[in-house]
């Protein structure tokens, strides 16, 4: 088992908390490492489980965890938990998953997950569009597909993100959420293999020559993938499309890392929008 053998490696650094009398991580700590990796292996799926789970009209439980231990993390140790589904049954589903420092392997596992109607667990057939989101992230598919479109095409899903998380989440009154502007500029949609919107954004023109994308939403539980980034680009490639020398927008301050990693930088100091603190940044194209 090797590193290079997971799509899925998730971070995780050892806490104080963590290690016993011996100096070294508790067995038993490994498990809920595990626990953590598949919490990320499916939003690297893009499928925020209990939503999808709900939507499946089931859940998954553990049946069985195998562990070999090789090797001994240690306190402040920077790991990398690797997790893959080896195979299906007909109402199971084999993962194996392995603890790394570095390239070398500390722990191995053998899991077993069993799909079960959720009141009385009772095993079913594991859904054939889980099976297909799970295969196509294995082999190296898009697991979000990002359109581009009209209010009147994407606005309704779109408008339920910018509600769940400007509105809802952030406290921003609706009525500075919604504008006339909508109903004229270009939106992006991102939604995963099941259809469930996930992230949005749009595009109208600030003056000529100039584009600015704004309302950019990711509900919480995507938020650290790469979904945002692949909303954006939609919308630099679009902008880049019609003409525009630059884009420009308005960056929480919470969110200005993700802008510089794209290629945007800081313009003027920040200010207050919506009771919320931003930044003005800009991009060529």
Not at 21 to 38: K, P
Not at 204 to 226: N, S, W
Request: proline share 4%; charged share 25%; glycine share 10%.
């Amino acid at each position: 088992m090797k590193r290079q053998d997971f799509r899925h490696l998730e971070p995780l650094r050892v806490r104080w908390a963590e290690i016993d009398a011996q100096g070294i991580v508790f067995n038993g700590h490994y498990l809920t490492y595990l626990d953590t990796a598949m919490s990320g292996y499916w939003r690297a799926l893009a499928l925020p489980y209990a939503d999808s789970m709900k939507q499946l009209g089931g859940d998954l439980f553990v049946r069985r965890s195998v562990l070999d231990y090789l090797g001994s993390a240690r306190y402040d140790d920077r790991l990398d938990i690797g997790v893959r589904c080896r195979e299906f049954g007909n109402s199971s589903m084999k993962v194996d998953a392995g603890v790394f420092r570095g390239e070398q392997l500390l722990v191995q596992a053998d899991m077993i997950y069993v799909f079960a109607e959720p009141a009385t667990q009772t095993p079913q057939r594991v859904p054939d569009a889980l099976r297909d989101a799970i295969h196509g992230f294995e082999t190296g598919q898009p697991v979000v597909d990002v359109a581009v479109g009209s209010w009147r095409e994407l606005g309704d899903a779109a408008g339920a993100i910018r509600r769940e998380v400007f509105i809802e989440e952030q406290g921003i009154p609706a009525d500075m959420e919604w504008d006339a502007a909508d109903a004229s500029c270009l939106h992006a949609l991102a939604r995963n293999r099941f259809g469930r919107p996930l992230a949005t954004g749009r595009l109208l023109e600030h003056v000529p020559g100039v584009a600015k994308i704004g309302r950019m939403a990711v509900l919480r539980a995507m938020r650290g993938t790469q979904i945002g980034r692949q909303v954006l680009d939609a919308l630099m490639a679009e902008a880049k499309k019609q003409g525009y020398r630059e884009v420009l927008l308005h960056a929480q301050l919470s969110a200005e890392n993700f802008y510089l990693r794209a290629g945007f930088q800081r313009r003027g100091q920040p200010f207050e929008e919506a009771g919320i603190a931003h930044v003005e940044m800009v991009r060529g194209l």
